[in-house]
């Protein structure tokens, strides 16, 4: 029967690569290896590496702690500053053969309860030197002076990592952007996205805010919290929101 190739293609190349290794057994099964690591005529490919050992033992420590697959996904996304490695490149499927190879049996979810499993979430990473938490106000909290005007049943969620802060930090004086996805999930919760225009001028969202309200005190205070990180003063404002985008940026920043 005909084998047929992966769609990810193969580690062979189109002639004789010296490298190898001769295994001999003599009669008394003393065994001799002769071993050639010159490798020849195919380069390093970040898709074919291997994870290391350390790497996957860092994995599994995480599933074992209920982490969500997707909070590893993008730690070690997020993970990307100069140099591209292998661990950059992970996917499901790696992390899936990491739980049978470790027999981890946990699926990495922190609760059924999608709401309270963020909440577990954003307090696992506060601490983190690195966290990407800019802000947080949960449900049922009310403090009129850490989140004023917002009630006890709002929540509010502003996410921003290092990437994102720099480049909000390079781009943000040129043109800022405000999109917002319209339409609410099961818990009513919208998605704000800040973007900046890269030096190919298309979008990067540098910030994330996730709120049941998407008005000028929802605003606002998210802006306060992203405004401590980094200070900025673009001269283009664009959105498809009528006011409360203008009004509490115009707060915050200042008119552009």
Not at 91 to 111: F, M, V
Not at 143 to 158: H, Q, R, T
Not at 183 to 207: H, S
Not at 233 to 250: G, H, I, Q
Request: one cysteine or more; charged letters at 30%.
């Amino acid at each position: 029967m005909k084998r047929n190739m992966k769609i990810a293609g193969s580690n062979k190349i189109n002639g004789n690569c010296p490298s190898k290794m001769k295994v001999y057994e003599d009669i008394e099964s003393k065994v001799t290896v002769e071993f050639t690591k010159t490798h020849v005529g195919h380069g390093i490919d970040l898709g074919r590496m291997k994870i290391t050992r350390e790497e996957k033992e860092d994995i599994a420590k995480k599933l074992e702690n209920e982490i969500p697959v997707e909070a590893i996904l993008d730690d070690i996304r997020n993970s990307i500053y100069q140099k591209l490695e292998r661990i950059h490149l992970i996917t499901r499927q790696d992390i899936k053969n990491i739980k049978e190879e470790y027999n981890i049996s946990s699926d990495g979810i922190l609760d059924s309860n999608d709401v309270v499993s963020v909440n577990m979430w954003v307090e696992g990473l506060k601490n983190r030197e690195d966290s990407p938490i800019v802000l947080f106000k949960d449900k049922s909290i009310f403090d009129e002076n850490l989140y004023p005007g917002m009630k006890a049943e709002d929540f509010l969620l502003v996410i921003m990592n290092a990437s994102q802060k720099d480049m909000l930090k390079f781009y943000g004086n040129d043109t800022i952007c405000l999109d917002f996805t319209h339409g609410m999930n099961a818990y009513g919760f919208y998605l704000a996205t800040l973007l900046v225009l890269d030096d190919k001028r298309e979008g990067f969202p540098a910030a994330f805010i996730l709120s049941n309200r998407q008005d000028y005190t929802a605003l606002t205070l998210a802006f306060v919290a992203i405004k401590e990180h980094t200070c900025i003063s673009p001269r283009v404002l664009m959105t498809d929101d009528s006011e409360s985008f203008f009004n509490a940026w115009k707060k915050v920043f200042g008119i552009p």
